[in-house]
């Protein structure tokens, strides 16, 4: 029971982590219309910059924090270089451009930063375990990544909820036309957008850098997971980023955690060890087709499209 | 002759020497060459890697007929790389070596795939519709990895090539390659006749607008899902021959990325044209070679590349050869 | 019609041209040709550059030449997949004509690629992967290895364990052919009790926090692990994390080496390792190896690093044997099964497998000032032979 508890802390930990990397996604998505496959590009920059920063200051904190303004400014240069020249564009130019992108990415990390990867060190202070129930130890950085990935949720609900620049957004998700029509600046409000996108993508990065990775190619895999999160939760709709991370979290910590388990009473360890994540990774994308085929605008759909 | 608006009206129109239809002939009358060049100069890598490019080509003539003709973008193509090419792993393993067998068994299971696929992703349109096709292709992958009797991640070795009871002897690397080709050139003639035929008219249609071609009288989701399938059956064609030029399969054809690369091969070519995929397949494999021995870093190039043609190049480099510019 | 032109000579230019596909000229006959393969990019990175430097160093202490030849490397990047592997190894063979491969990090990646190897005949030396079915029913006399069979090592730490009364250990390892032969080396030799196997995700699960709560739920009195690699790090600083150091002993095989160390630091100490080498052995070639690599490259060798030095010594053995004549290759094998060269792990013999008959030592971390660096405790297991030269045909 305990070790099912601290299973499912590690599963809300993995959705909060998806959490900030989808919320960026279907912004962009919901508000510009455009299929990015570089966003995971930028989680992995924010990773390379924080490693950086770590190096050079000395200091953790220091580092998240520069880290997360320069994936800021990386995002709003981007945007205005490359990617609002998509816009116009159908969905599989865009695929195709950001696709691009997504390899130039990775080869320029191999350049400046070298092929073999670095570290995030933790100051000492996080490297231990808290006993939050009797009996189950969790590991202080986890909690802290959950704590923070929450208060950027409330952040990010605060701003999109109830400030003017929330009420762009909501409003350019559901009627992009509508907004322009108003006269509202749709260049900056698109770069800042994106801007958004890629410091919450940055910072999913840098989070996760200490426990996980820094490496060439750390996006692909989780971009996937955050576009399957979007599509299910709607795309343009935080909330529903929110709720489908957590969806997806769980059900891939606890299929990797039991799944093998079970199987292990029909087959051997190796065939079992084998099929378990394969078959916890293919539930996710059976919710996904589930939810595409039944309700294709998501759980949340945000946008009147 | 001015070209019009719409390039795929342009086909009959063109002078007999314009540059694409030369561009075309000089490259199949290159690629028809390439054994006889392995033969003289020895360098018999050189052939295995235009054997590549003509089975990958394949794969993309498939995906043209969907995503070109048809406007189904499709994200989970190369699944049926790998089920063809599974086809005939798992079948040589456990003892069954005919290619009379093998490749029959890779087109139809293929085929199947794309049904079940096809009937339901094509309830679903733009966005949704690639995310789908993505999420069936790697639903199969994990499949594949999950498959410990048949190596899982680490793949399989076909230490066979498939058999054809003597009469053909896929071991003779000149007889393999000339029968990729003329596959391939079966295929892009099918493609065509499907296109220009009654069924291919009300694809494109579809693609264009659906609504009207519904409210005709086409019941456009069968026709679409009819399509589908054929396109998946080819490139499970495509996955069998792989399999045996490699010698191996592992489930990393399948991933996500192979995808895409299918996809840019399709729209570098040019979307919607009967060679486009071929040329596109061409350049992107060479581009890939060929840029990985200029520099360390060929991502750097590649990657520019392809965004600048998706910003400003409108139907592919089939379509800088009709002379069309950004529109 | 002038762009029809050119439209039609850049297609055929850049059809015949651009891949390189122009054959160089045929006049290096006295050159020998070694493919290298290794992984050269990602995450794992930093073992193709040690093997790099490591061969590189050993061509300088040899002036360049092997065998009197002088010496052309042309090292081809796996990216750790099977499937590239096994293409460019064909691209080192067909295209390239190479008279040795030498390399292979993953045991993956050399079963993918062995058939290309022994159907074209072509030299090669393994100087890492250990998959137990080259060492079996697959071994050819065309390939060597300067390592070890992948159930050597385990073995060697099972009975580590044994010595020092571990009553019952829980096993972690990646899914993959290495990780599986790891594990089914240590239940071997390992008397106490398997508390429990966990097989995970390779190569892109980095997050073992399901498998260390396992293991903590198990009870297990150990933890025994294999993660090559960067994974290894993101292993034990999730162990240390985890708050099992004090709690639970971990004992492992690959996952901390002089690679992973400089990353770890502190979390590494007192983590005991078995290894077929290890940077203080005491013979002549091994000092001047370790002493030139840092001299040289600022930093120590690893393991990785020793077994391609010693890949070089052992070619440099074949082709002086046949006095450069490379088409001999009977008479170069028969030479390599001598194992007549200066290895940095001392003199071993070959297995009629072409696997080495070799020592396992006791590996510890210690801190020596600012330095973290590995130790010899004491020798496991001497001469210690692989299970699997039985099912070789070889004589």
């Given at each position: 029971m305990l070790y099912f508890i601290e299973q499912c802390l590690n599963g809300v930990q993995l959705g909060m982590l998806l959490f900030l990397l989808a919320a960026g996604l279907t912004l962009v998505f919901g508000i510009m219309d455009l299929v990015n496959l570089a966003h995971g590009s930028l989680y992995m920059l924010g990773a390379y910059f924080a490693a950086t920063f770590a190096v050079l200051t000395g200091s953790f904190v220091f580092a998240v924090i520069l880290a997360l303004f320069v994936s800021l400014i990386a995002g709003m240069v981007l945007e205005v270089v490359a990617i609002r020249r998509l816009y116009q564009r159908s969905h599989l130019d865009q695929v195709l451009g950001t696709f691009g992108l997504l390899l130039f990415f990775n080869e320029l990390v191999r350049l400046v930063w070298g092929p073999a990867g670095m570290t995030l060190a933790l100051p000492q202070q996080m490297l231990t375990a808290v006993q939050i129930i009797p009996g189950v130890y969790y590991p202080a950085y986890r909690l802290v990544i959950m704590v923070v990935a929450l208060a950027v949720a409330a952040l990010l609900y605060f701003v999109v909820m109830r400030t003017r620049l929330g009420m762009l957004i909501r409003a350019g998700a559901s009627n992009r036309e509508m907004v322009g029509a108003l006269g509202v600046n749709i260049k900056l409000l698109y770069t800042l957008v994106f801007g958004l996108g890629a410091a919450l993508a940055g910072f999913a990065g840098v989070m996760q850098a200490p426990i996980l990775t820094v490496q060439i190619g750390m996006g692909e895999n989780i971009l996937i997971l955050a576009f399957v999160v979007i599509i299910i939760g709607g795309i343009g709709s935080i909330r529903g980023a929110f709720v489908a991370s957590l969806v997806v979290g769980l059900i891939d910590t606890l299929g990797r955690a039991f799944v093998p388990d079970m199987l292990h009473r029909v087959l051997s360890t190796n065939a079992a060890a084998t099929l378990g994540p394969a078959l916890s990774s293919?539930?996710?994308?059976?919710l996904m087709a589930a939810i595409l085929v039944f309700r294709p605008e998501g759980l949340f759909p945000a946008a009147s499209r | 002759m001015t070209a019009s608006a719409d390039p795929s009206f342009d086909a009959g129109r063109e002078p007999l020497l314009a540059p694409r239809t030369a561009v075309t002939v000089v490259l199949l009358a290159v690629l028809a060459l390439v054994p006889v060049y392995a033969m003289l100069s020895g360098d018999g890598f050189a052939l295995t890697l235009f054997t590549r490019v003509l089975i990958l080509a394949l794969g993309a003539v498939s995906l043209n007929l969907i995503m070109g003709y048809g406007g189904m973008v499709s994200?989970?193509?190369?699944?049926?790389?790998?089920?063809?090419?599974?086809?005939?792993?798992?079948?040589?393993?456990?003892?069954?070596g005919s290619g009379l067998v093998q490749w029959p068994v890779a087109i139809a299971v293929s085929a199947l795939y794309a049904l079940v696929v096809g009937a339901l992703s094509l309830r679903t349109r733009g966005v949704y519709f690639i995310m789908i096709t993505l999420a069936f292709a790697q639903m199969i992958y994990y499949v594949a990895i999950g498959l410990d009797r048949y190596g899982g991640d680490d793949g399989l070795t076909i230490y066979r090539r498939s058999q054809f009871g003597g009469v053909i002897?896929?071991?003779?690397?000149?007889?393999?390659?000339?029968?990729?080709?003329?596959?391939?050139?079966?295929?892009?003639?099918?493609?065509?006749?499907?296109?220009?035929?009654?069924?291919?008219?009300?694809?494109?249609?579809?693609?264009?607008?659906?609504?009207?071609?519904?409210?005709?009288?086409?019941?456009?989701?069968?026709?679409?899902?009819?399509?589908?399938?054929?396109?998946?059956?080819?490139?499970?064609?495509?996955?069998?021959?792989?399999?045996?030029?490699?010698?191996?399969?592992?489930?990393?054809?399948?991933?996500?990325?192979?995808?895409g690369d299918l996809i840019v091969m399709v729209v570098l070519g040019g979307l919607g044209t009967p060679f486009g995929p071929l040329i596109g397949a061409v350049a992107f494999l060479l581009l890939e070679e060929g840029l990985s021995r200029v520099t360390e870093y060929p991502d750097l190039i590649l990657g520019p590349i392809l965004l600048l043609v998706a910003i400003y190049v409108h139907g592919g480099i089939e379509g800088l050869l009709v002379g069309r510019r950004d529109g | 019609m002038i762009r029809t032109g050119l439209a039609a000579a850049a297609t055929a230019l850049a059809l015949v041209a651009g891949p390189g596909t122009v054959q160089?000229?045929?006049?290096?006959?006295?050159?020998?040709?070694?493919?290298?393969?290794?992984?050269?990019?990602?995450?794992?990175a930093v073992i193709g550059a040690d093997m790099r430097n490591a061969f590189e160093l050993a061509l300088d202490h040899l002036d360049h030449k092997l065998g009197g030849l002088p010496v052309e490397v042309i090292y081809e990047d796996d990216t750790q997949k099977p499937d590239i592997g096994v293409q460019k190894t064909q691209k080192l063979i067909e295209s390239d004509h190479v008279d040795f491969v030498v390399g292979y990090i993953w045991s993956n990646v050399l079963l993918a690629s062995l058939k290309p190897l022994v159907d074209s005949k072509t030299m090669t030396v393994v100087t890492n992967a250990g998959a137990s079915p080259f060492a079996g029913e697959l071994c050819s006399p065309y390939v060597f290895s300067t390592s070890w069979q992948n159930d050597q090592t385990p073995e060697a730490m099972g009975l580590y364990m044994n010595q020092k009364g571990v009553k019952s250990a829980f096993l972690i390892g990646p899914n993959y052919a290495a990780g599986r032969d790891m594990l089914a080396g240590v239940k071997l030799t390992y008397k106490g009790t398997i508390a429990g196997e966990e097989y995970t995700r390779w190569p892109d699960q980095l997050d073992f926090s399901a498998e260390l709560s396992k293991a903590r739920a198990s009870g297990a009195e150990s933890i025994f692990v294999f993660?090559?690699?960067?994974?290894?790090?993101?292993?034990?600083?999730?162990?240390?994390?985890?708050?099992?150091?004090?709690?639970?002993?971990?004992?492992?095989?690959?996952?901390?080496?002089?690679?992973?160390?400089?990353?770890?630091?502190?979390?590494?100490?007192?983590?005991p390792g078995a290894q077929e080498w290890v940077n203080d052995l005491p013979n002549e070639t091994n000092k001047k190896f370790v002493a030139d690599y840092i001299a040289k490259y600022n930093k120590r060798p690893s393991y990785y690093g020793a077994q391609t030095y010693d890949a070089a010594g052992l070619i440099n053995s074949a082709i002086t044997s046949v006095k450069g004549d490379l088409s001999q290759k009977d008479a170069m094998r028969k030479e390599m099964e001598k194992a007549d060269f200066k290895s940095v792990r001392g003199a071993f013999k070959y297995g009629n497998n072409h696997i080495p008959i070799q020592n396992f030592y006791l590996q510890d971390v210690v801190k020596q000032g600012d330095d973290y660096v590995l130790k010899t405790v004491a020798t496991i297991v001497k001469d210690d032979q692989d299970r699997f030269h039985d099912k070789c045909p070889m004589k």
């Open positions: 293919m539930s996710i994308y059976m | 994200f989970g193509h190369a699944a049926y790389l790998g089920i063809g090419g599974y086809a005939v792993g798992i079948l040589a393993k456990e003892g069954i002897d896929l071991n003779n690397k000149t007889l393999f390659y000339y029968l990729c080709f003329a596959l391939l050139l079966t295929s892009i003639y099918l493609v065509a006749r499907i296109v220009n035929s009654r069924f291919g008219l009300v694809i494109q249609g579809a693609r264009s607008n659906e609504r009207r071609m519904r409210a005709i009288g086409f019941p456009t989701f069968r026709y679409k899902l009819v399509c589908f399938v054929i396109a998946g059956a080819l490139c499970g064609l495509a996955g069998a021959l792989l399999a045996n030029l490699t010698n191996f399969i592992s489930p990393a054809l399948m991933h996500w990325t192979r995808s | 160089q000229a045929v006049a290096q006959q006295k050159t020998v040709k070694i493919g290298f393969i290794s992984t050269f990019s990602g995450p794992t993660y090559p690699g960067g994974a290894g790090v993101q292993f034990v600083t999730q162990y240390v994390q985890a708050g099992l150091k004090g709690q639970i002993p971990l004992y492992q095989v690959f996952t901390i080496d002089e690679l992973s160390l400089p990353r770890l630091k502190d979390l590494a100490i007192g983590i």
